[in-house]
């Protein structure tokens, strides 16, 4: 595991919460965010899924 895939997954994870609370509290500029973040962070762990794929390959 890369630090692409590390990076990801903690923004996605911080971007669900973020979505979630903003549900709770009728947020809807948060849950956006949240959507937002969450996936920003499931395209960079998926570059370091690909820079994984590339480095097991060459």
Do not use: R, Y
């Amino acid at each position: 595991m890369n630090k692409d895939q590390v990076k990801g997954k903690i923004e996605e994870s911080k971007g669900k919460i973020k979505e979630v609370a903003g549900k709770v509290l009728d947020d809807h500029e948060m849950e956006a965010k949240g959507n937002v973040q969450k996936n920003a962070g499931k395209i960079q762990s998926g570059v370091g899924d690909i820079k994984e794929e590339i480095k097991k390959h060459s």
